[in-house]
């Protein structure tokens, strides 16, 4: 499916608000509109870090994009270099698997360590792409990305990142599949969290659905502006 401009813009820039608003970042969405489009730094009042984590999106976006338009699967090289342009000026580290354990807040699963990483997640994009690779209905592929996402999660495979970076996948996995991006609202951010701790198939499903389905309506309702303004 081709994407005007237009709806692409929104798209970047909403998947870098929502997304690192639900990780504590401050910045407004006026004014990450203002960073997207316009290279401006947010007021002083915000930190640098902020800003770099929703500037960032645009370089990680934009590699995505040019992988979904070579129809590019999902690949150890493209989850690194995702990370890669998503942690930039952030981490030491970035691009690379952690090299310490971790853990997520609230949690009651220990994440895995820093030696099975490297299998788990390559087990995890083979067994990610044969499940889509082998349904072609919306309700199967929600719930297999539902369940990849938390999979995704509960390895931790980054010493930092790792939220933003499997949100952008599954952006990036639903425009795939899906034909329409996946973005998680900072407004869901307490059932979303709840469902991730409590690895919650069930739950997570309905909030992809939503986001789906709203994502589906405001590309239909941008085309018709398009066309009647183009008319």
Known sequence: MKYTQDYLNDILIRMAYHSSAIEGNTITLPETVSIILENTLPSSRKGIREF???????????FLFDNINNN????????????????????????????????????????ASPIETPYLIHQWIDNTNYRLNNTDKDSEILSILADTHIQFERIHPFSDGNGRCG??????????????PLIISKENRAEYMEYLAEQNIEGLSPLLNNSLEFKKKEYHNLTNIIVVTLN
């Not at 770099?52 to 934009?62: G, L, S, T, V």
């Not at 590019?72 to 090299?99: P, T, W």
């Not at 949100?167 to 329409?180: A, P, T």
């Open 52 to 62: 770099y984590e929703i500037e960032n999106h645009k370089q990680a976006f934009e």
């Open 72 to 111: 590019v699967e999902l690949n150890i090289d493209l989850l690194l270099n995702m990370h890669k342009y998503l942690v930039d000026r952030l981490q030491h580290d970035a691009g690379n698997f952690k090299s310490s354990q971790n853990a997520i807040v609230g949690a009651e699963f220990q994440t």
């Open 167 to 180: 949100r952008l996948l599954l952006l990036y996995l639903g425009v795939k599949y899906l034909n329409s």
